[in-house]
Nanobody, 123 residues
Framework: QVQLVESGGGSVQAGGSLRLSCAAS????????MAWFRQALGKEREGVAV???????SYADSVKGRFTISLDSTKNTLYLQINNLTSDDTAVYYC?????????????????WGQGTQVTVSS
């Protein structure tokens, strides 16, 4: 099993930055890929960033250049650095883990999820 606990969300003004954290525990082999998803009110959950156990990163087009995903294996912690926040970034952000081999930005391929952390951006 894998347990994921997010933190770092909050309320920020547009143009600001946040760093989200996801503390992971449990079987490492069950989390060959880790990802950040977000879900805005009334919208579907969308994948924004993915990283694999070798450190290879992928981003959704909508966040490229502003979001950075990283993994500190010594601390078993996943991070998401978000810069230049806009109101469109307001959402609950979720950490996910699993061993998908395709569709890395689909929520259906990840087995383990955190409880989410709210990010609210005000203009």
């Amino acid at each position: 099993q894998v347990q994921l606990v997010e933190s770092g969300g909050g309320s920020v003004q547009a143009g600001g930055s946040l760093r989200l954290s996801c503390a992971a525990s449990g079987d490492t082999y069950r989390r060959c890929r880790m990802a950040w998803f977000r879900q805005a009110l009334g919208k579907e959950r969308e994948g924004v960033a993915v990283i694999d156990i070798l450190g290879r990163r992928s981003y959704a087009d909508s966040v490229k250049g502003r979001f950075t995903i990283s993994l500190d294996s010594t601390k078993n912690t996943l991070y998401l650095q978000i810069n230049n926040l806009t109101s469109d970034d307001t959402a609950v952000y979720y950490c996910a883990a699993g061993s998908p081999i395709y569709n890395f930005f689909s929520s259906e391929v990840y087995e383990y999820w955190g409880q989410g952390t709210q990010v609210t951006v005000s203009s």
